[in-house]
């Protein structure tokens, strides 16, 4: 908000120049922001990691845009549709189903945002499907698995697991409103945070497997 006070006691001319500007960025971030996601169709897990870091970075930029969050989430779910889209092609009937679930849930949140452009929502209806899409990519990468779940006890650790800090980086965003990417110990924190809650999944999977198959 500072940077519109400081915009508005500008000359006209550089109040043009300012805007044209940022028009520019806009128009190469929304190419960006939909080139990315595209990647997903041939390489899931290469493609999602592009795509959230162009999501990351891109408010460096054009952060102080005043429609910036609704043309951020408008983004989002094309990004997060296409993740979607790609794992509708899961072998795995749970994680297959949580992924709907938790997609068509944030979703939701999102048209809910849009209609009444109350940022709390997104905090309500957290971007879990995010989380879940990348850790069954990377667990199906280690693990050469196919399948992550083989009971409803390994669906509610994992989803806990990872549900958390994307519930304390919901908080910080829409409630607290602040931006991670321009707060480098915000940056960090809630990096490690998700590496944690990675560890934490991927060990009690361990932890659960190895409790079954000593009980078989």
């Not at 910036?68 to 994680?95: H, R, T």
Request: glycine share 2%; with cysteine.
């Amino acid at each position: 908000h500072n940077s519109y006070i400081h915009i508005s006691i500008l000359p006209f001319s550089y109040k043009r120049l300012y805007f044209k500007s940022m028009g520019i960025n806009i128009v190469i971030w929304t190419i960006l922001r939909l080139a990315g996601p595209l990647l997903i169709l041939r390489w899931p897990l290469a493609g999602a990691i592009i795509s959230i870091n162009l999501d990351l970075i891109d408010y460096q930029f054009i952060g102080i845009w005043p429609h910036y969050q609704q043309w951020d989430k408008l983004l989002d779910i094309f990004f997060l549709g296409l993740c979607f889209y790609s794992s509708l092609a899961w072998k795995d009937v749970l994680a297959k189903r949580l992924s709907i679930i938790s997609y068509l849930y944030r979703l939701l949140g999102v048209i809910l945002f849009f209609i009444t452009s109350r940022e709390w929502l997104l905090f309500i209806f957290p971007n879990f499907f995010e989380n879940f899409f990348f850790f069954y990519l990377f667990y199906s990468k280690l693990s050469q698995a196919n399948k992550l779940f083989t009971n409803n006890k390994i669906v509610v650790v994992v989803s806990l697991s990872l549900l958390l800090p994307k519930l304390l980086q919901e908080y910080y965003m829409h409630i607290l409103k602040h931006s991670i990417t321009t707060n480098r110990f915000a940056e960090m924190l809630f990096y490690f945070l998700w590496i944690f809650a990675v560890l934490l999944a991927m060990i009690s999977l361990k932890l659960i497997h190895r409790h079954d198959h000593t009980k078989s």
